[in-house]
């Protein structure tokens, strides 16, 4: 039978010393409030009344019985059971003479059916291998992180700063030379050097919690709490952030905190019943992904989410979260079609408990990490997603503009002749722009097998597809919101993105690759070094169309500022060259050109022109215009000489 135990150290029968966590601790993790629940929760290395030995505590409050099973005790249920810290579930138990590097899971007999089950610990920080599924005790981690400059200069606050994001996937960016995973640190090494020279400012990460399939991607995680053991050991990945800190570039982590796999020995179903999912069976599951969806109406469940996200900001230094999914967490109908969905007490179809869930996240993420930030992956009309609950929003720092990917990428494909009655695809995303805070994400999910690479996509020759392209980068680098680029598209791969094999990094031994590279990378630094291309990019002050209307010639141009810093943008998406093109501008003198997609740097006709001096004439509200020779395909940049 279990024992509840409600205050002091003691010996159990079979010699294990239980140490309980404190009456505040178990009151703050019921309330969902224990945020460092991963310090209480799991296996903990410790010394009780001067002996040596490891502390395992889990939730489990439908169980009858919980032991710790390992290899110490030959996986023997009976060797070491827990105790039952409190009458809401939470079982605890000290074992000395046990230490790092072993390995154990938690038998939990339920206590209605009796039916017993073997679960891993869903706070372990470690597995032995991504298809091993028993968890690991870590010692204390002894890293010692040296980016302090990189932390300091994180403080200043990233609103207005260039965020320019490269998303990798570890598993499938390169290869080592046998074939296999990279480690951690040369992957650091290598990915830092290379997306610096791109002038990328942050990567980020499709998940890298440990995950057994890799055909998952990451996106169906068994341990929250661990980082892969693919490419190495948690300490090893302290030292990938590390190294990227170090060499000036930030970390953002792809989170999953909508659902999980249906593998019996990991959360579903962990103490017998329904617990970390939905208790409803016919909203359980996810109808799409087959996967169980997290009950965000339980209070130990927030926090052991809310935990996670502390986690992984506070033990690893990462600078962002990216919420994955977010639309699904916050519609009860969502991907259900023909299977119903249950409504809540309003009779709705909006998740209630997600929402407050997301709000209270983002608000104690700000409260305790405030030089982090969230991003949320939200496809929706849902309002004011980037904007504090105080408002009525859901607390992101920023959402991805999937409306503006998916109408440009739409637009790109089209053949010439048709784009002029699509022109609004172009525009429509200033209508809806005001009060959020956007990401363009040219991300992972526009590459995938079934839907082919940017460059597919692109419409018409060879040519006039890296024309393309170059054109597609100079709108993304130039367009309100913050920036980014999955990898492979930097060098415009032709294929759709493999997970299974390395990058095609071959084409760089082509021209007409490593000229969009170039082009990439001379954006990117244009945009790090030119204020107006990155501030106020989400306060609509340092936007103005200057002619957003010209259907006829397939022509967009708009004027980004700054204080007194401006520049003009004109976008030629038509297969025409206009020698004459003109454009107003608000200051008269000498111009000159920033960047230029066509030039013969980057692979293109090298035809543009430029008057150099304006003429005091008034067009598009200005008093004064600039004669530009425009060539097909072509994105220019103007400021002032």
């Not at 991963?38 to 395992?56: L, M, S, W």
């Not at 089209?414 to 809806?432: A, I, M, S």
Request: charged share 20%.
């Amino acid at each position: 039978p279990a024992r509840t135990v409600k205050g002091s150290l003691r010996f159990s029968q079979s010699a294990p010393i239980t140490a309980m966590l404190s009456r505040n601790d178990l009151r703050l993790f019921h309330a969902g409030r224990l945020l460092d629940a991963y310090d209480k929760f799991g296996a903990h290395c410790i010394t009780i009344e001067n002996r040596q030995g490891v502390r395992f505590a889990t939730w489990a409050p439908r169980a009858r019985s919980v032991s710790v099973v390992g290899d110490f005790n030959a996986w023997d249920g009976r060797s070491h059971p827990m105790d039952k810290a409190d009458e809401d579930g939470v079982w605890q138990l000290f074992i000395p003479d046990v230490g790092a590097g072993t390995q154990y899971k938690f038998e939990i007999q339920n206590a209605e059916t009796g039916q017993l089950v073997i679960k891993t610990d869903p706070y372990a920080r470690s597995f032995p291998h991504r298809s091993n599924q028993n968890a690991v005790v870590m010692a204390p981690s002894a890293y010692r992180f040296a980016d302090a400059a990189w932390i300091e200069r994180r403080a200043m606050g990233w609103k207005d700063q260039p965020i320019n994001i490269y998303e990798v996937h570890l598993s499938s960016w390169r290869h080592d030379d046998d074939g296999g995973f990279m480690r951690y640190e040369q992957l650091a090494q290598e990915i830092s050097a290379y997306a610096r020279e791109l002038h990328f400012t942050h990567v980020e990460l499709l998940p890298v919690f440990e995950h057994p399939l890799d055909e998952s991607l990451g996106y169906q995680v068994t341990g929250y709490y661990a980082p892969t053991s693919r490419f190495g050991p948690p300490d090893s990945f302290r030292a990938f952030v590390d190294g990227c800190h170090q060499e000036g570039m930030g970390v953002i982590l792809d989170w999953v905190p909508l659902h999980f796999p249906k593998d019996l020995w990991a959360l579903a179903e962990f103490d017998g019943e329904p617990l970390y999912e939905r208790d409803d069976p016919n909203m359980a599951e996810h109808p799409q992904w087959r996967t169980l969806i997290f009950n965000y109406g339980s209070p130990e469940v927030r926090n052991f989410l809310l935990a996670n996200a502390l986690f992984w900001l506070r033990e690893f230094h990462i600078d962002g979260l990216r919420f994955d999914a977010v639309s699904s967490m916050l519609y009860l109908d969502d991907a259900r079609g023909s299977y119903g969905f249950t409504p809540n007490p309003l009779g709705g179809r909006e998740n209630l408990p997600a929402v407050k869930f997301l709000r209270e996240m983002n608000a104690k993420i700000t409260e305790l990490v405030p030089d982090a930030f969230t991003v949320a992956e939200e496809s929706t009309s849902w309002p004011k997603v980037s904007q504090p609950a105080r408002r009525g929003g859901l607390g992101f720092s920023m959402r991805w503009n999937m409306g503006w990917v998916h109408d440009t990428l739409h637009y790109m494909s089209l053949p010439f002749n048709e784009r002029p009655q699509h022109h609004r695809d172009l525009t429509f995303e200033r209508l809806y722009a005001k009060g959020e805070r956007f990401v363009l994400a040219l991300s992972h999910d526009e590459v995938a097998s079934m839907r082919g690479s940017l460059f597919e996509k692109m419409y018409g020759s060879d040519e006039q597809k890296f024309a393309g392209l170059r054109l597609l980068f100079t709108y993304h680098a130039t367009y309100p919101g913050k920036k980014l680029l999955f990898m492979g598209d930097e060098f415009g791969q032709r294929g759709a993105w493999n997970p299974k094999v390395q990058l095609d990094w071959g084409a760089l031994g082509q021209d007409r690759h490593r000229h969009v590279q170039a082009a990439v990378r001379d954006l990117g630094g244009l945009y790090e070094r030119l204020p107006a291309l990155h501030a106020d990019d989400s306060d609509h002050t340092g936007f103005r169309w200057l002619y957003p209307d010209d259907a006829q010639h397939g022509v967009i141009s708009y004027l980004r500022s700054f204080g007194e810093v401006f520049a003009v943008v004109v976008l030629n998406f038509s297969a025409v060259m206009y020698k004459e093109y003109i454009v107003g501008v608000p200051q008269g003198g000498a111009y000159q050109i920033l960047f230029d997609s066509d030039s013969t740097v980057y692979g293109g006709s090298g035809l543009t022109r430029l008057q150099p001096d304006s003429v005091g004439v008034s067009t598009m509200g200005f008093p004064h215009s600039l004669v530009l020779g425009l060539p097909a395909l072509a994105g220019v940049i103007v400021g002032l000489a």
